[in-house]
Nanobody, 126 residues
């Protein structure tokens, strides 16, 4: 079992920055990955970014590439999502997720991640 706890959401003006954190506890397997998904009202979950715990390779949605950075601190078992140049369309509930044995072709797929945090609200005003 893996437990995830997000923090760092809030209300910001467009153009500003926020950093989300996700603290993980429990056992993680090899080839595991942690990802952020987001869901805006009335819309489906959207992949944002993912990072592998071993090796640290990263993947981003085109909509956030160049603005968001995902990173992790292995010693603290914490993942971060630095969000810069925020836009109103970035407003959503952001979920930290974790999957064991995530293969490359599934790294952007919601179904690859069995463990989800409770979500944190990010609101960007124009």
């Amino acid at each position: 079992q893996v437990q995830l706890a997000e923090s760092g959401g809030g209300l910001v003006q467009a153009g500003n920055s926020l950093r989300l954190s996700c603290a993980a506890s429990g056992e993680t397997a090899r080839n595991s990955a942690t990802a952020w998904f987001r869901q805006a009202p009335g819309r489906d979950y959207e992949f944002v970014a993912a990072i592998r715990w071993s090796g640290g390779s990263t993947h981003y949605a085109d909509s956030v590439k160049g603005r968001f950075t995902i990173s992790r601190d292995g010693a603290k078992k914490t993942m971060y999502l630095q969000m810069n140049s925020l836009k109103p369309e970035d407003s959503a509930v952001y979920y930290c997720t974790h999957g064991n044995g995530v293969i490359l072709s599934s790294i952007r797929s919601k179904s690859a991640y069995a463990y989800w945090g409770q979500g944190t609200q990010v609101t960007v005003s124009s």
